[in-house]
Every structure is written in C-alpha cells, then in structure tokens.
C-alpha cells in the first residue's frame, strides 16, 4: 500500500516538478547570464575608471610641471608672457584636476589619504613657483632646493599611479574570470537544457506508453468483468430510471427466455411475472432514494413454466460513462432451500418426538438403576452377615484357604456395596432437580482440601499434598453438586498422586473471551494414555487396575453429569508417568452479582 500512495504521490506532483525544474534551468542561467553580463559591464566600466584616473593623475602631474618649468623660466630672466600667464593659470587648473581625481577615487581610502598630501605639496609648491616669477637669483636658487628637498612629489605620483595599476590589473583578471565563467554557465545551461528536453521527452513517451497500457488493461478488465457477468450462475440485471433492462447476463436470459441483447422493460418480461406492486415500489425506492433491496422473498413463474422463489438484492450505482442513477439487482433461486426447509422442520418435529422417547427412557433407566441399587442391598448384606457369622463360627478351626474365601466374599461384599452407593449418587445426579444458589468456589475448594489433608494424615501417607490455589470465584449452582464435583477431581489428584515424594495439586481459574469460566486441575501423579481418553467419563470405566488405585470408576461419570446439568463440559489431558490435567468449563449465564475470591 505504502508503494502504491508513494507512486499516486509522485504522479501528482510529477508535473508541476517538471514545471519547476524547466523554469530554474531555463529562468536561473539566463539571471546569472544577465548578472555577469552586469558585472562584465561594471568590469569593464572600472577598466576605464582606472584608465581616467591615470590618465587625470598624469595630467595634473604634466601641469604642475609646466607651471614650475615657466617659474623656472621666469627667474631666469626670461620673463615670457605665455609663461607668466601658464603661472597664474595653473593654481586653478590644478584644483579642478585635483577635485577630479579626489571624485574618481572616492572608493579609495588609501588613495583619498594619499591625494590628501598630494594636494598639500601641490599648493606648496604653487607657492613657489610664484615666488620664483620674482625672486632674485639667490633666492630663486634657495627656491629650487627646496622644491627638491622639501616638497618631493615625484614618489607620491608612483604611488598613486602603482595602487592604479594594481586595481587595474585586478579588475581585469576579475573581467576575465566572468567572461570565463559567463562562457561556461552558457554552455552548461546549454546541455542542462538539452538534457532537459530529453528528459521531458522521455517522462512524455513514458506517461503516453502507460497511458496506452492502462487504456488496455481497462479495455481488459472490462473485457474480463463482462465475462464474468456472463459466466455467473446467479442472475444479474442492470435497470435504469425506468425500469428498462441496460444489461444482463446468460443466466437472467435463460432464466425469463430471453435474447442476451434484448432491450426492454422489466414488467413486459415473464408475462407479467414482475407486475408486483410493492416490489415495483421498493426498486423505485432504490433508484429514488438510493435505499438498498435486501433478501426480498417474491415468488413467480419463469420460462420454464415453473413456480420459483427467489431472493431478490438491489443496490444503486453510478455509471462511469452517465450522470443517471441505475440499480444493480442480483436474482436467487431459493425455491430448493424453501423445500428443504419445509423438510428439515418435518425432521425437526420427528426429532423433537424421538427426543421425548429417549428422555422417557432414560427416566425409565435412572429408576431401574435406583431401584436395582436398593434391591441389591437386602441380599448383598446376607451376604455380607453370613460370610460374618460362617468366620466366627468356624473360629480357630478354619484353615488358611477357608479364611482367604471367606476374606474375598467380605472384601467383594463391601466392593458391591460402595459401587451400590456411587450408582445411587450417580442416579440421584440425574434426577434431583437443581437448587441454584450463590456458590463460593474457593470455599468448597477449602473444605474439600481439609478433608483431603485429614484423610491423608489418617492414612499416614509419607508426605501430605502440596496445594497451588488460584482466586476463585462465586457462582450461582446447585452446592451439594458443586461439592461433589470437587470432590471427586481433587480426589483424583490425591489418590493418583500419592505415590510422589512430593504430591502437588494446582486448581486453577480464568475467564475465557466469551465470559465463559475455565477451572483447571492439575496434579505430577500416574496419568495416562491419551489413545483411551474417550473411557475416562463412563460408567464403571477405569484405566488402571483396582489393586494399584483403588475406586469404582463412577467419580468422573458423576462430575460429567454435574456439568452437563450446568451447562458446562469437561476434558482432560495428560501423559502417562506425568500427572494429569481435568479441565473443565462452565457458562457466563452462572455468574453471581458479586463475585469473590481470596487468595490461598
């Protein structure tokens, strides 16, 4: 799913990405382009700044020089008109020149610093050169020395020209890094572009060849869909606004004998067969007002001349290629299920009788088996007193083979009597009516296990029972039946595991998904073979012999009782050599208002 949103994410911004990568590749070089051009002018507008303020440095040098040259000549004697008349000029031809420089080197704060002096010797030596139009030879002589010695220009000159050319140079290597570079982003936003194209080119043939797949796989799903339509055993009809039959497929058709390309309405179809006024109702209902059409049972003739009902299922849809609301209604044949409903509630009925009679007869059994039980006991003691009486009789006089047959009809009398009474309560199980009442479970728990551990001491067993009890909780049950199911489990446990060193018993309780209660117990005692599970809940069934563990094999047939009475079932699992685990459930239904538990 992640790949699938990931793909429909992309497809949607896949163009606009595209939109936006053509307008940086093609709008981002051409700025760039216009920029460095900008810098290549400004470049090359500082060439000729720097050129101007060689050129005005040279000529504010070639004028200071004229003037002092025409001083020069001037104290020498020869007083020249143009001369004296370069002199006066000079003053003022050299402050423009020096206000030119100082504004073409306003970037400059070395070069202001240096026109700065530049300006003071220049008006010194202004100065003197006027002096020397009329100084004496002797001070036209002291002059000129100090001229050289104490206004030098020359190295201030050197210094402002070199600071010139350097910046020159460096604008020019600047010029020529952008020309270079200008060249380059041209020719790589050239094939960016190229590469560009190509890839549009391609992301277009690529969107056109999918374009054409998904128009072919559409054409191919509907292709597959239809014959699925027509392929579909169950009738399908598709009706517009109307009620005008748009499609259907082979089984409608073979249905109502019609053509598969038949066009027209559904109450014309089947003489008359539709012509139900609430079902006509109810599909306009699914057209008008888009309720939906479920299990409606109708019954009618079809071209086979039969009488079918039919289930009929309709819902509103929109088509792909229309604005108008059509239904889509599915036809089942439910006639055979009718017939076998009516069948299956005739059994029913026959079952329901059958049920009585067995119900009668186990009655008839449980009062057999109670009044075999007490018809049992009157010969049962005879049999018992005489074996008595034949023993003291015969007193010392008996022999060992005499007192051993005598030992065994005692032995078997009482055998009979137990099994006489386990029959009786197993009896009394089934036929006592339930007294349903809050029930403690961990209290029955507690009572039964006193008993156990009483007997245990009595019989002076090695060691007594090890017990694990969970909380458990408060039921509503019958007690006594209650009590004789712990009974007879945690009877088990003890008398299975008695041969351990250490006999452990573990009753344990939970409640299931369904609010269903699960009771388990588990004891490290003999257990047994699984393959004959299937005998441990009958009557007189045992898995091992009554010389090893003794018992009349109706406990656990009474517990099954118990919980089937209750609503609950029982199971057990276990390995031979082992211990055994009994489960055993019983319903939500028997929740009491409160319950309760301690922990042991």
Do not use: C
Not at 336 to 362: C, D, F, M, P, Y
């Amino acid at each position: 799913m992640s790949a699938i949103a990931t793909r429909i994410d992309w497809d949607r911004w896949r163009l606009p990405s595209l939109v936006l990568a053509a307008l940086l590749i093609v709008v981002l070089p051409a700025y760039m382009l216009y920029a460095l051009s900008r810098d290549n002018l400004q470049a090359a507008d500082w060439i000729a700044h720097t050129r101007e303020v060689k050129g005005t440095t040279a000529t504010l040098a070639m004028t200071l020089r004229e003037m002092e040259i025409s001083a020069a000549v001037i104290s020498l004697g020869a007083d020249l008109p143009p001369a004296r008349r370069r002199v006066a000029e000079a003053p003022e031809d050299l402050d423009v020149q020096m206000e030119t420089l100082v504004r073409l080197t306003a970037d400059s704060p070395e070069q202001q610093v240096r026109l700065g002096r530049l300006q003071e010797l220049i008006r010194a030596r202004t100065d003197i050169a006027r002096e020397l139009t009329d100084a004496d030879p002797a001070q036209a002589k002291a002059l000129a020395e100090s001229l050289v010695t104490r206004y030098p220009i020359r190295g201030l000159f050197q210094e402002i020209l070199t600071e010139e050319e350097q910046l020159l140079a460096e604008r020019t290597r600047d010029s020529e890094r952008k020309r270079e570079l200008t060249q380059w982003l041209r020719w790589s936003a050239l094939l960016v572009q190229l590469l560009l194209l190509g890839l549009i080119t391609w992301l277009l043939t690529r969107q056109i060849a999918r374009r054409l797949d998904a128009e072919k796989s559409l054409r191919r799903a509907s292709s597959r869909a239809l014959a699925i339509l027509q392929t579909a055993r169950e009738p399908i009809v598709l009706l517009d606004g109307d009620l005008h039959l748009l499609m259907h497929n082979n089984a409608f058709a073979e249905l109502y004998g019609l053509d598969a390309a038949a066009s027209q309405s559904l109450q014309d179809i089947g003489d008359g067969a539709w012509n139900d006024p609430v079902l006509l109702q109810r599909l306009g209902d699914v057209l008008a007002r888009g309720r939906e059409l479920w299990d409606f049972e109708h019954e009618h003739e079809t071209a086979d001349g039969m009488i079918r009902t039919v289930l009929l299922n309709a819902r509103r849809m929109q088509l792909p290629d229309s604005e108008d609301n059509v239904a889509l209604m599915t036809v089942s044949d439910i006639s055979a299920q009718k017939t076998n409903q009516i069948r299956v509630a005739e059994l029913n009925r026959q079952l329901e009788g059958k049920v009585e009679q067995i119900s009668e007869v186990n009655r008839e059994l449980e009062a057999f088996s109670y009044s075999v039980s007490h018809d049992l006991r009157a010969p049962l003691r005879h049999v018992a007193g005489f074996a008595d009486k034949l023993s003291r009789h015969l007193g010392d006089a008996a022999d060992d083979k005499s007192r051993h047959y005598l030992e065994v009809i005692g032995n078997s009398a009482r055998r009979m009597s137990q099994l006489i009474d386990d029959l009786l309560v197993y009896s009394r199980l089934g036929r006592s009516a339930l007294r349903l009442q809050a029930v403690d479970m961990q209290s029955l728990v507690d009572e039964t296990r006193a008993m156990l551990d009483a007997n245990a001491t009595s019989d002076g067993l090695r060691n007594r029972p090890q017990w694990r009890i969970a909380p458990l909780p408060i039921l509503v049950a019958d007690e006594n039946m209650m009590r004789q199911l712990w009974s007879n489990l945690l009877g088990n446990a003890i008398k299975y595991s008695a041969r351990r060193e250490q006999p452990l018993v573990e009753i344990n309780h939970h409640v299931q998904s369904d609010g269903s209660h699960h009771f388990s117990v588990r004891d490290n005692g003999a257990g047994f073979d699984m393959n004959y599970a299937d005998k441990l809940f009958g009557v007189f069934q045992r898995l091992h012999k009554a010389s090893e563990y003794p018992g009349t094999g109706i406990g656990l047939a009474s517990v099954r009782r118990v919980l089937s009475r209750h609503g609950g079932r029982i199971w057990a699992e276990a390995e031979p050599d082992k211990g055994a685990t009994f489960h055993f459930t019983l319903p939500s239904a028997l929740d009491a208002p409160t319950h309760q538990g301690r922990l042991t």
